[in-house]
C-alpha cells in the first residue's frame, strides 16, 4: 500500500518498475478514509517481492526531469517512454536493504527521487539459496 497526496496520472494497471523493469502492477487508487490524500494498491510480483524492503522508496515516475544551469547547461532526464504515456511508479531499494516487508506494508509515495535513490545499487538474490543438506 503506497500513501501519497495526490495520485497524478496513475491508475489501475499501471506498472511498478524497478531498475526500469516492470515487476508489478497497481491495482487500485481511492481517497483515504478521511479524504486527507490518497492509497494507492500495488501488487509485486511474487518473484520480485523479496526486492520490497522496509527501507525502500517509491516514487512517481511519470515525467520528464529538466535542470538548467549556467555553467552545467542542460540536463535532462526521462523515465521510460511506457512510464511517460500511461504513468507508473517506481521503487528503489538502498544498497544495505532492510527487513523485509509483509504484504499491506504501507509506504509514502513521493512525487519524484531522490537523487541517491537512482544512485542505489543493492545485490539482493531473487532465490532463496537452499540450506545446505548435510549427510551422516
Do not use: C, Q
Not at 28 to 33: D, K, Q, S
Not at 41 to 56: E, G, H, K, W
Amino acid at each position: 500500500m503506497l500513501t501519497a497526496p495526490r495520485v497524478g496520472s496513475i491508475g489501475a494497471g499501471a506498472p511498478v518498475l524497478f531498475r526500469d523493469l516492470p515487476v508489478g502492477v497497481v491495482r487500485g487508487v481511492r481517497l483515504a478514509e478521511d479524504a486527507s490524500g490518497v492509497e494507492v494498491s500495488i501488487a509485486i510480483d511474487p518473484a520480485y517481492a523479496v526486492l520490497v524492503r522496509a527501507n525502500s522508496r517509491f516514487w512517481l515516475a511519470s515525467g520528464v526531469g529538466v535542470d538548467w544551469g549556467l555553467f552545467s547547461g542542460l540536463s535532462v532526464r526521462a523515465d521510460s517512454l511506457g512510464a511517460l504515456i500511461e504513468g507508473a511508479i517506481a521503487f528503489a531499494t538502498p544498497d544495505r536493504p532492510g527487513e523485509r516487508v509483509a504484504a499491506g506494508h504501507a509506504f509514502e509515495l513521493e512525487a519524484a527521487p531522490e537523487d541517491k535513490w537512482l544512485e542505489w545499487d543493492p545485490t539482493i538474490p531473487l532465490r532463496e539459496r537452499p540450506e545446505s543438506v548435510t549427510t551422516p
